[in-house]
């Protein structure tokens, strides 16, 4: 593991040399030509094994989330989509029931989960249309909030750590040009938001959804906003910084073990503000910062900023953004959101080679995007799934080979 005193060195441009020296690494420029391994796939999780386990409660340590054994412990996370949309719900459960939802995603190696929902479904909490459950003959009748919580703990039931997520106000996929959903509040302007709220009323979104999980262990914490990011990015980390502080503290005073995940702004791929001004609550060790990264992640890039980069330049970029957390051992980092489609661009896949093999070396923790085979709106096919329509049968890919490498680092 490499120690704090070698950072001004890696900044000063030796991180390359030292991760090639250490790790072996190919810092060729040129991405991989064969998307597809003639290697055997590796084998899937035996879901007739116990899950993984968690040793409650955890606490950051430095870079590191640990038990309570002291242990580090690895957010192997993933994404499952719905209850930020439109419909309200997480998606898939008008074809699988909810527990094989959660049996599948242990098959395929993760401990986790990222579950967003949107403002306007707590503050409306509609009434949920049969169709939509028909797999899920007990939930037919209830409204989105009790949809979201019983999706929950039928997550906790399998193992699995649960990450509630406010992904949106305006319930829609995010993220769009809509000014209304760059922040946690948009007050500001008035009737042209057909959702609006205050900073206290996200506040209060808060402890409605944290309070039905107070004693669910398992339900670890909150991401507190999806993507901060004002217009075109113009969001001041410590406007936000300020603001996850105020709702974190209000979450710790309901339970004071969970952990609050905070993300970048610009889209979530920038946490250099951390440096200078870090989220500081009334109770220490609990923050996680998330950083999101895409081949279009950061502002400025029609094509994509983290296409066509090479890798050491890619490094550098990360380092910047939010590696530095963990090199310097200052607090952990998730990566909160990173994908790419079954048939990757050039581009996608020259991407995804650095982002993986960076991710490897850093050894973060991650949530990749997302196991929907469908986007609510319209039913349109998700290209970054992982698995296929029935949601059930893995979609054997370079994604999912990759992902289970890194599982099980």
Request: charged share 20%; hydrophobic share 40%; glycine share 6%.
């Amino acid at each position: 593991m490499r120690t704090r005193f070698l950072y001004p060195l890696l900044a000063a441009g030796g991180l390359l040399l030292l991760l090639s020296y250490k790790f072996a690494i190919d810092i060729s420029q040129k991405p991989a030509k064969d998307l597809f391994s003639t290697r055997p796939f590796p084998p899937l999780v035996d879901t007739d094994e116990p899950p993984y386990q968690f040793h409650l409660p955890l606490r950051t340590k430095g870079r590191n989330i640990v038990d309570s054994r002291d242990q580090r412990v690895k957010l192997a996370s993933v994404n499952w989509y719905g209850g930020s949309d439109e419909l309200f719900i997480p998606s898939g459960l008008d074809i699988r029931h909810r527990s094989e939802i959660a049996k599948l995603i242990r098959r395929l190696g993760f401990n986790s989960v990222r579950l967003p929902y949107s403002d306007e479904m707590v503050m409306d909490n509609p009434m949920i249309e049969a169709d939509l459950l028909s797999a899920n003959q007990d939930l037919i009748g209830l409204r989105a909030l009790d949809v979201y919580i019983a999706v929950v703990e039928s997550l906790t039931d399998a193992g699995i750590a649960v990450i509630p997520n406010d992904h949106i106000t305006q319930a829609a996929w995010c993220c769009g040009v809509n000014m209304c959903d760059t922040a946690w509040y948009n007050n500001q302007l008035g009737p042209l938001c057909r959702v609006s709220q205050t900073e206290d009323q996200w506040i209060a979104n808060w402890v409605m959804v944290m309070s039905s999980f107070t004693d669910n262990p398992l339900v670890i914490g909150a991401d507190l906003r999806n993507e901060p990011r004002g217009f075109w990015g113009t969001m001041p980390w410590g406007k936000w910084a300020t603001a996850a502080e105020r709702v974190g503290n209000t979450l710790l005073a309901i339970n004071p073990d969970w952990l609050m995940f905070v993300e970048g702004v610009s889209s979530s791929n920038d946490l250099s503000g951390v440096r200078s001004r870090p989220v500081v609550l009334d109770v220490p060790d609990r923050i996680i910062y998330s950083a999101h990264v895409y081949s279009w992640s950061g502002w400025g890039s029609c094509e994509g900023m983290y296409a066509k980069r090479p890798f050491v330049s890619f490094v550098k970029s990360m380092m910047k953004n939010w590696a530095y957390l963990l090199e310097e051992n200052i607090a952990p980092v998730w990566v909160g959101e990173f994908g790419g489609p079954h048939e990757p661009s050039e581009g996608d896949f020259h991407y995804w080679n650095n982002l993986l093999k960076f991710l490897k070396l850093v050894d973060a923790d991650f949530a990749y995007w997302a196991i929907n085979p469908r986007k609510p709106h319209d039913n349109e096919k998700e290209s970054y799934s992982l698995v296929e329509d029935d949601w059930e049968t893995p979609i054997l890919d370079y994604r999912l080979r990759h992902i289970l490498e890194l599982t099980r680092q």
